[in-house]
């Protein structure tokens, strides 16, 4: 057993709603970590199904797991917040409840970020799909291995909607502690789509050096079922909102400026294009014309099938290479 007396290397931090079928697993791919210390923080965001029973019964035999009972529904950055504050580890891993990861993964981060000095570290993930389709290793390894350092330049460029081959988004990073908290850098509670770009975001523009490892240790399931999220109107004026704030708050260098308006650039014709699909259903004539008036390239995307662009529009925001499966939301 390992010495609690002393800060383990690693708190892995897993906001948990209603995974009782799912968080096992993700937990015990935790402890199951070789070559590090460590400790797991399930935060329950008032579950209501046995979330906490299941995570109860892990912890009474394994004192490196501890639960946190949230009193209210906080959503999925306030429920990682929490456990942020929570941990002790020197660094902290964000694990989602329904995703596993490789024993190898922290060692090999870890090793890579401390070798670098830096603040950041992301891997390379695997999409598996409980249907049954083949495995899918998201970034080719000699992608990555051509880019050791994660810019933010980059970062805001894979991030386009519309334009983007390769989302590092979807990376799951791991962080110093002690830079989150001298940085105040925590998850957006007041937006529940995009809370991971934005503290990534705000993690480099801050300063803090992220490396990349080009092997997948991080295991993203897509779960077979019927697609039950749908991109709106208001998760892309959070999503302007929250750039907006985050330009208010960093400098950013001129590569790093000309990406965030390409970016700024795609959110608005997202907003426009959801507000002519919208006028187009309430058969809005007046409505229509205004947006296309507005913004022309709107247009653009209905050379396609309307349902064709808005999957791929909500496939780019919620889940990698989804064809029929989703990821669960965590909160």
């Not at 460029?157 to 990073?173: A, Q, V």
């Not at 396609?304 to 965590?330: C, S, Y």
Request: charged share 25%.
């Amino acid at each position: 057993m390992e010495n609690l007396t002393s800060p383990p290397d690693i708190s892995f931090v897993i906001a948990a709603y209603n995974a009782a079928d799912t968080i096992e697993a993700a937990v015990q791919s935790a402890l199951d970590q070789q070559g590090v210390t460590l400790e797991v923080i399930v935060v329950d965001d008032r579950s209501a199904d046995d979330t906490i029973p299941f995570v109860e019964a892990i912890a009474a035999i394994d004192p490196r797991v501890r639960l946190l009972a949230l009193e209210e529904n906080r959503g999925p950055g306030g429920a990682r917040n929490a456990g942020i504050e929570a941990a002790t580890g020197r660094w902290i891993a964000v694990l989602d409840s329904d995703d596993v990861i490789r024993p190898e993964r922290s060692a090999c981060m870890m090793c890579r970020a401390e070798a670098a000095n830096a603040d950041i570290a992301v891997d390379n993930l695997d999409v598996v799909y409980t249907d049954g389709r083949p495995m899918e290793t998201m970034f080719p390894e000699e992608f990555l291995e051509e880019r050791p350092v994660l810019t933010l330049e980059d970062f805001i460029s894979s991030n386009i909607l519309f334009r983007s081959t390769f989302n590092f988004g979807y990376m799951k990073p791991m962080f110093r502690r002690d830079f989150l908290n001298n940085e105040a850098l925590r998850f957006r509670e007041d937006i529940r789509i995009g809370e991971d770009y934005i503290l990534l975001a705000s993690a480099l523009a801050a300063g803090g050096l992220c490396v990349i490892e080009p092997k997948p240790g991080y295991i993203y399931n897509i779960r077979e079922g019927s697609i039950s999220r749908v991109l709106e109107l208001h998760h892309v004026e959070a999503m302007m909102r929250a750039d907006e704030e985050f330009l208010s708050h960093y400098t950013l260098l001129p590569a790093a400026m000309d990406a965030q308006q390409a970016r700024a650039r795609s959110l608005r014709l997202a907003h426009n294009f959801l507000t002519l699909v919208e006028n187009i259903k309430r058969r809005s004539v007046l409505g229509a014309l205004k947006t296309t008036i507005r913004d022309p390239a709107v247009l653009g995307h209905l050379r396609m099938p309307i349902a064709v662009r808005l999957r791929r529009l909500r496939d780019a925001v919620f889940a990698p290479a989804a064809n029929t499966g989703v990821k669960r939301q965590i909160s």
